[in-house]
């Protein structure tokens, strides 16, 4: 049972395992100025990633110097800044393969747009929220898409069910008095097909974090069939060999105590 509970552990922080390979805490694309954003990559294989960025102060640059863990896997940026602005995204440490990649905005302003920073599945539903620094007055706000106003909410949120790919665009939010939030462009991920269709030859490979979960179930078998095989083989090596030590012992020392010639011979004249 104990290889039970081993492969369940195990089972269980595969798939725990976040597929996008980083993660953006709090879990948003847009921030004010002066917030506190921590971003890591997440992995578990023993590949070292390190965490880089294009901004408009430079390109593939390490995160947030100074605020680094020795690695450089993650950062915590304790002060962000509108310039920090850009793509995030980690890099294998020899730099062949990339996780997914988020655009991250910081506005310069008081306004902005709550919306998710890892693209949306299709048919999943998506709630924008528009937040003022302050709060407002009024809450109502309206949200755009690709520069067009697609509705104002009283209530400062918006929900659109099932997205499908047409949703795909550049999102924005304005609250009257307080102004626009910075434009973030959200993505509608393909729902991951059960029964795939052979891919076109021309389609790119899958990126990495697409293999993780398969490279993750491959490993949980090989070291489960391990862990059997030592464990029948040390079940089997125990039941064919009783322990010599006691029986070598034993033996001697009846061995012994018959051969004496003088006990010997009193047992055969008795
Ligand atoms: C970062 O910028 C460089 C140079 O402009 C570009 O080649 C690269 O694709 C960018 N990386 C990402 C993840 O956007
Ligand atoms: C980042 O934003 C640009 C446009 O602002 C967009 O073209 C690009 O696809 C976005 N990247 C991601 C990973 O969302």
Known sequence: MKETCLLCLMLLFCCRSNQSGLTVSPSRSQFFRGESVTLKCEDHSSAGWTLRRNTSKGTRTLCGSGQRLPDDSSCEITYILPSESGVYWCESRGGGASSISVNISVSGGSVILQSPVLPVMEGHDLTLSCQSQTP??????AFYKD????RTEPTGHMTLQHVSRS???LYKCHISAHGESPSSWI????KPTTTSAPSSSTAPPPPLHAWLPAVCVGSVILLLCLVVITWKCLQRKSEEEPPPEDV???TVSILHRFSRPSSRGR???N
């Open 136 to 141: 407002p007055s009024k809450p109502s706000a």
């Open 147 to 150: 520069g067009s106003l697609i």
């Open 167 to 169: 949703d795909e665009g």
């Open 187 to 190: 993505s509608v991920s393909e």
């Open 248 to 250: 070598t012992y034993s």
């Open 267 to 269: 047992f055969t004249s």
